[in-house]
């Protein structure tokens, strides 16, 4: 039973880039959650996908995006990227009525240099 | 608003001793979740427990037990002879209940946790 995988791994990018991060959940998940954790500090709430939809969103400026798939996959994109966004994100999944039981991937590092 | 707190930032033990980890937390829910993660140096989080604000059993899982007390607002966590093995930092985080969507997770800031052999 696959866990929740997440590609890249790490990735370096320049101030004013644009940034994309994939996410598969869980096998039989259908909600994808992404949080972004600064080095030494807990993990923040960026969003939640469900049904394709942003359900919830934590204080994110719109730079931060995403989408959901039909195959419940999803993507985190971040536009003109900061010093501020180097970070590990992280994506979560979880289904049903257990949706706050979430399931954490390896994460993305991500370096804005 | 909800929020977390972990007061302890670092704890550092010698194998087999036991370690206890705070965690207070604040919400204006009056059903709420509250959990704790692992986070080895590998960066995935590892899901621990979750219990129901209605529910203030203790818990005993192995060398693992959770202390919570909503009369505190406190859920705390001990390590029972603590291993090389648990050193990591541990999260305590708390969501709420939303029927029509998931919940999101409001964590604390960590406690990293050094066992020495």
């Known amino acids: 039973d696959a866990g929740v995988t997440q590609s890249p791994t790490h990735l370096i990018k320049t101030r004013g880039q644009q940034v994309t991060l994939r996410c598969s959940p869980k096998?039989?998940?259908?909600?994808v959650s992404w949080y972004q954790q600064a080095l030494g500090q807990g993990p923040q709430f960026i969003f939640q996908?469900?049904?394709?939809?942003?359900?919830q969103r934590g204080n994110f400026p719109d730079r931060f995006s995403g989408h959901q798939f039909p195959n419940y996959s999803s993507e985190l994109n971040v536009n003109a990227l900061l010093l501020g966004d180097s970070a590990l994100y992280l994506c979560?999944?979880?289904?049903?009525?257990?949706?706050?039981?979430?399931?954490f991937g390896p994460g993305t590092r991500l370096t804005v240099t | 608003a909800q929020k977390v707190t972990q007061a302890q930032t670092e704890i550092s033990v010698v194998e087999k001793e036991d370690v206890t980890l705070d965690c207070v937390y604040e919400?204006?829910?009056?059903?709420?979740?509250l959990f704790w993660y692992k986070q080895p140096p590998s960066g995935e989080l590892v899901f621990l427990i979750r219990r129901n604000s209605f529910d203030e059993q203790n818990e005993i899982s192995g060398r693992y037990s959770w202390n919570f007390q909503k009369s505190t607002s406190s859920f705390n966590f001990t390590i029972t002879a603590s291993q090389v093995v648990d050193s990591a930092v541990y999260f305590c985080a708390l969501s709420g209940v939303i029927k029509a969507a998931g919940n999101k997770l409001t964590f604390g800031g960590g406690t990293r946790v050094l066992v020495k052999p």
């Open positions: 979560a999944s979880s289904s049903g009525t257990g949706r706050n039981k979430q399931y």
């Open positions: 919400t204006r829910d009056t059903t709420y979740y």
């Open positions: 996908y469900y049904e394709e939809e942003e359900r």
């Open positions: 096998s039989g998940h259908d909600t």
